[in-house]
């Protein structure tokens, strides 16, 4: 099992330079792990491509299409009092957006509070440093 941040999922819905990598490390093992809100995230990336039309609408639907299909397979992990005082402290340790501190509490509390246990899937560069500087094994494709 491995964490998914959503700059890793986004690729598997996606056509896009990193596609083959993520399906590959998704084929080593097709549990995913994700935060509750990835949905969310995933769907401002498709919706943002159609915008600047880098996707079309029909690519978009299908972008969505996929997304549904992952969601059936994948364990989400859910807000908590506990995530939200995880986020909050790595926000003051870790340049970070907020989405993205939420990315890895949710990777801490599904790690039981030990990363080294948890391999975290993720493309982006921030992201993923803070992740390591936690004790995750960043795969970045």
């Known amino acids: ?10 690729p598997l819905l996606v056509d896009e330079e990193r596609r083959d990598a993520m399906l590959a490390l ?4 097709e549990v995913m792990l ?4 990835t949905p969310v ?5 498709i919706a943002r491509r159609e915008r600047e039309s880098s996707l079309t609408a ?4 299908i972008s969505i ?3 549904r299909y992952l969601k059936e397979g994948w364990q989400e992990v859910l807000p908590s009092t506990v995530l939200r005082g995880i986020a909050e402290r790595l926000l003051r340790v870790h340049p ?8 890895i509490a949710a990777a801490i509390v599904a790690a039981e509070r030990e990363p080294v246990t948890l391999e975290l899937v993720s493309l982006d560069d921030r992201l993923s440093d803070a992740a390591s500087r936690e004790g995750f094994r960043v795969l970045r494709g």
């Open 26 to 29: 998704l084929e080593e093992d």
């Open 1 to 10: 099992m491995k964490f998914w941040d959503a700059s890793a999922v986004v």
């Open 65 to 67: 299409d996929r997304l």
């Open 58 to 61: 029909e690519e978009a639907a």
């Open 34 to 37: 994700v935060w509750w809100a």
């Open 96 to 103: 970070l957006r907020a989405a993205d501190s939420l990315q």
């Open 41 to 45: 995230e995933c769907t401002s990336a």
